[in-house]
Antibody, heavy 114, light 108 residues
Framework: EVQLVESGGGLVQPGGSLRLSCASS????????MSWVRQAPGKGLECVSV???????YYADSVRGRFTISRDNSKNMLFLQMNSLRVEDTATYYC????????WGRGTLVTVSS | EIVMTQSPGTLSVSPGERATLSCRAS??????LAWFQQKPGQAPRLLIY???TRATGIPARFSGSGSGTEFTLTISSLQSEDFAVYYC??????????FGGGTKVEIK
């Protein structure tokens, strides 16, 4: 079964760090565009980072310089290292496959609050 | 960046009726347009890609049309499970991959 499962969310203070993980099954993360999409409470969807099959990475202006996307091909996993977190980063973070997001995980909630 | 605009923001429809949702792109995206459905507490689900191709397992009552800058998602006869928020997304000119603001389909 093709599946994505996120983990690593939680409550963190402003300025803190978190590392999100996304475990893939049924396909290779290294062979696809893989993205992190977030959704603030009651708001719409925002693609914050993408890693291409060739390794190129993209970041939205809102997270560039603070977030780092990576993958471990041997473990078939995707990661998002989030540093210098801000209150406005509070959201559910989803990992998703390909440029039209055909597969999504269930999401992991990140809350940034003092 | 291509800006996606959806209308209306909220659509009130009775079960069994047709729903028509619109999505406009600030520049042409050819047919590189996807539609998603999201229910409360759930991840979005891909309904349509390539502007008009239904994803695996999506019922035939969902159909997509359009190209360039104007797109439509039609639900031919609304079922109770179809009341949700719908998003469009372009993948023609990226990064960034961009979404519309969503249309909420509610029970009239």
């Amino acid at each position: 079964e093709v599946q994505l499962v996120e983990s690593g969310g939680g409550l963190v203070q402003p300025g803190g760090s978190l590392r999100l993980s996304c475990a893939s099954s049924g396909f290779n993360v290294s062979s696809n565009y893989m993205s992190w999409v977030r959704q603030a409470p009651g708001k719409g969807l925002e693609c914050v980072s993408v890693i291409y099959s060739g390794g190129y990475t993209y970041y939205a202006d809102s997270v560039r310089g603070r977030f780092t996307i990576s993958r471990d091909n041997s473990k078939n996993m995707l990661f998002l290292q989030m540093n210098s977190l801000r209150v406005e980063d509070t959201a559910t973070y989803y990992c998703a496959r390909d440029q039209y997001f055909d597969i999504w995980g269930r999401g992991t909630l990140v809350t940034v609050s003092s | 960046e291509i800006v996606m605009t959806q209308s209306p923001g909220t659509l009130s429809v009775s079960p069994g009726e047709r729903a028509t949702l619109s999505c406009r792109a600030s520049h042409s995206v050819s047919s590189s347009l996807a539609w998603f459905q999201q229910k409360p507490g759930q991840a979005p689900r891909l309904l349509i890609y390539g502007a008009s191709t239904r994803a695996t397992g999506i019922p035939a009552r969902f159909s997509g049309s359009g190209s360039g800058t104007e797109f439509t998602l039609t639900i031919s006869s609304l079922q109770s499970e179809d009341f949700a928020v719908y998003y469009c997304q372009q993948y023609d000119y990226w990064p960034p991959l961009t979404f519309g603001g969503g249309t909420k389909v509610e029970i009239k």
